[in-house]
């Protein structure tokens, strides 16, 4: 059964204006159409912009208290639907229904968070130099804002570049990923029967460049929000940036976690286990190295690779321990840098095939894959795979396994296993990352704090989430009154 969608424009539900849609269909059944969209165009952009910009200083002048009455309604709204749409997520991107269901309750949660923040929305006042003046400063909201996602947590993170955006009194327009745009059309539907005033957000669907590149490129756009690729996220970033708009770009990340011979090592399987292949290994903080130490390397090989082997795979609907592929190109690529680890001389020790038989020939299932014996400059250990593939990598010390973490490009996420606390802490001061974990998987955040990569895992310009959230969809303005 597939349900059909729209545009989100101007506090209406159309088709696009040339009439073409895309079908989204299931990654565990391939046969089957979960969901239409519309393919937009430029002429759809324009019609969203015209209608958040118009919506723009009526939203700003909203109290920040009944903004937030909005979000916590919106938060409660979904609340009310989310088993529907925790179903629809996992029939339209593949994770598990309880992977499916945690992150349609991060979305509450955090509607439910901005909700509140929204009345603390205002700035600070400091002590001014002379008498009978006052200083202080005042946030004021950037306008009109571009949010731009990815599929793998396609409600999440939309909600979490929306909900702050809405609450420091922006208007939005938010360019879902093709592959997983259906919950987005419900996040939209529980904001209006919030109340949200028509115009404030929008949503409108379609490829990338036809309308991500308009979006980004209008000089009606303050600010440009977007999680994706690397490759994808820097020219967002260059485009933004021949106009000076407010840009931050999260994207993707080789995060390792570090194990030392005082950690138990089931623990750390498990713990390096979940981190891998947790959402098919398609998380931006997906652990895709273990670094071990070489006096447990033998053990914690043999054990995390039991645990990829006793793992269940199926479709994301009996919520087994692993869904499939979102699609046949991430399947596809996935496979072939299991070649690549093969023809680099890694070791191949569980997994490496597509799935097949029965109901795994309808769906793009691969089996959770561990490779031991991998050079750290190796391409399965420096390039991210976006799949559940595991190197690991040899370290002869503390200082060498530090080294080896900060040897990428990248810079997301990173944790250690240890019971040494000095080791911990020194890891947690000297890794190159934007989230630094000691004893916990490199996935997994909490929504109050601040989330943001290192070197080309983000623009690093500002955060993303808890406080930092309203920082980046905000200006300060200081204020001088003397009287
Ligand atoms: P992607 O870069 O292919 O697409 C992301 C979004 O950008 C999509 O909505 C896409 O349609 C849009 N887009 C594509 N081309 C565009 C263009 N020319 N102009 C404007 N927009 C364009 O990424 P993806 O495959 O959807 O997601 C996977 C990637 O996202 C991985 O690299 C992952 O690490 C990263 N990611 C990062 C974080 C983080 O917070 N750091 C979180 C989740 C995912």
Redesign the pocket.
Known sequence: MSRTYGNFIDGEWTDSQSGETFEVTNPAAAGEVVSVHPASTEADVEAALDAAVAAQDEWASTPGPSRGAILREAGNNLEARKEEATEVLVREEGKTRSEAGGEVQRAIDIFHYYGAKARDFGGTVKSASAPGKDLYTKHEPLGTVAL??????PIA?PVWKLAPALAAGNTAVL?????APGVVAIVLECLDDAGLPAGVANTITG???E???P??ESERIDGVS????????T??AETAAVDLKRVQC????KNPTVVMPSADIEDAAETVGVGAFGTTGQ???ATSRAIVHEDVYDEFVAAVSDYADSLVVGDGLDDPDMGPHVSEDELSSTLEYVDIGSSEGATLEAGGSRLSGDDYDDGYFVEPTVFSGVENDARIAQE?I?GPVLAVVKADSFEDALALANDVDYG?SASIVTQDLSEGKRFVNEVEAGVAKINEKTTGLELHVP???YKD??TNTYR?QGDAGLDFFSSVKTIYENY
Do not use: D, Q, R
């Open positions: 731009i996602t990815p599929w793998n947590y993170i360019k879902p990923a093709s592959e490829s990338g460049s309308v991500g590149g979006l980004i977007f999680t994706g690729s690397t490759a994808v996220g020219m967002v999260e994207m993707g990340g998380s931006c903080t991210e976006f997301l989330f943001g990569g895992s983000s993303e």
